[in-house]
């Protein structure tokens, strides 16, 4: 593809987050939750067109482009939980993440094993991509309403994170060798656990007043870096990001300008492209065809996890709107679930028609759940005015700064 056409297609990508944007606003949801939709549209038209080729879903750049972006949110959601102020909580996260990952796990392998009939391996593979939340629909949500810095938020958050390293772990021991390279990636990830922030807060004394933008280059670097090693270790890029955002969530907070202008560059330009190629994704036709057994996946993935969550958040959260929010919220899925799926895929684990019918319920629950929580369970009492990603600094902000 030369440049001419990648320029061409990345307008008309943008194009279609703009118009995303617009729809949103108009019919009061999320913009996460209307680019996945629009890119599905973008996505069946052009199928039926025979243009569907010509989106670029799968050249280097749309992927690199939107692997970074999930790494990027990855790592702000990571950012908004200062493991001091989470300590309060752990007794609440470490709880409803291990049943927001167990129950869908057990119920969706039992399912496709025993109703549909898929074979164990499948199945579990099954089990594993529905038991996800989806950390980047959930953060994005979150920014969108204010709901980042209240204790209620940050709770859904911390959750989302035990959940989905639940998910991983579970791909890692039941299909993915554990090897030397594992070894290393997780003493890179514990070493960095230490020594990161007092490297970033040096470099930001040193240099912040005399190089450009060295903050979101070290933070780009170190994000990258950890990246290729986890993939090369047979984990996600984007797991290891939320650990060093937490790592990082107390420098974050002295500079609350550069956390804005970062969200800027990544809500902005990454993770529109990364939730319309998530949507142009879905293959509905296939969806079509194997509507009953789609229903049986989506249904089973959201029974599950409000069986399970919702009397355990009961415990939590008194007020009925806070209770319905979160495990609605809890009960999505995108990021991890369709990076199990493709794993599946990739290792014939799974068939291609099994592939796009666990991706659409996964792309499903990232959906559904979250309108009608939005939508019958908005806890409007806890909201606090998101802040604009353009907006100056305040004075608090000039005086914390390093």
């Known amino acids: 593809m030369n440049m001419e056409k990648i320029y061409l297609v990345a307008a008309f990508w943008f194009f279609a987050a703009v118009l995303s944007t617009i729809l949103a606003n108009r019919l009061k949801i999320s913009i996460a939750l209307m680019e996945i939709i629009v890119g599905a549209v973008i996505g069946f038209s052009a199928f039926q067109l025979g243009y569907f080729d010509h989106l670029a879903l799968n050249a280097d750049w749309m992927k690199f482009c939107t692997g970074v972006g999930a790494i990027l949110l990855t790592f702000l959601a990571g950012a908004e939980l200062n493991p001091e102020a989470m300590r309060t909580k752990i007794r609440e996260v470490s709880i409803i993440g291990l049943i927001g990952f167990s129950a869908p796990f057990i119920g969706c392998t039992l399912l496709a094993y025993f109703l549909i009939g898929w074979t164990l391996q499948a199945s579990l593979l099954c089990g594993i991509a529905l038991s996800t939340t989806s950390m980047a629909v959930v953060y994005a949500v979150m920014l969108e309403y204010g709901f980042n ?173 806070e209770k319905w929010y979160y495990t609605l919220l809890m009960s999505t899925g995108l990021t991890f679930g369709t990076i199990s799926a493709l794993y599946g895929l990739s290792n014939n684990i799974i068939s291609q028609d099994q592939y796009s019918l666990i991706v659409g319920a996964v792309i499903a629950s990232a959906v559904i759940p979250t309108l009608i929580a939005n939508k019958f369970f908005l806890p409007s009492h806890l909201l606090e005015a998101p802040i604009l990603d353009d907006q100056a600094p305040d004075e608090k902000d000039l005086r914390n700064k390093i």
């Open 149 to 321: 810095k209240t204790e209620f938020g940050k709770g859904i958050l911390g959750a989302c994170f035990i959940n989905d390293l639940g998910t991983v772990i579970a791909l890692g021991l039941i299909f993915a060798p554990f090897t030397y390279k594992t070894v290393i990636f997780i003493v890179m990830t514990i070493v960095l656990m230490f020594t990161l922030r007092p490297m970033t807060e040096y470099l930001i004394r040193r240099f912040a007043y005399k190089t450009a933008a060295i903050r979101a280059k070290w933070i780009l670097f170190v994000l990258l870096a950890m990246g290729v090693l986890a993939a090369w270790s047979g984990s996600e890029p984007v797991l290891p990001a939320y650990v060093l955002g937490m790592v990082l969530a107390r420098t974050m907070e002295q500079d609350g300008h550069f956390v804005r202008r970062l969200r800027t560059l990544t809500v902005g330009f990454l993770t529109p492209l990364y939730f319309l190629r998530a949507g142009a994704l879905v293959s509905i036709p296939a969806l079509l065809s194997g509507a009953g057994i789609f229903l049986l996946l989506f249904g089973g993935k959201v029974v599950s996890k409000i069986l399970g969550l919702y009397p355990a958040i009961r415990h939590f959260r008194n007020d009925r709107k």
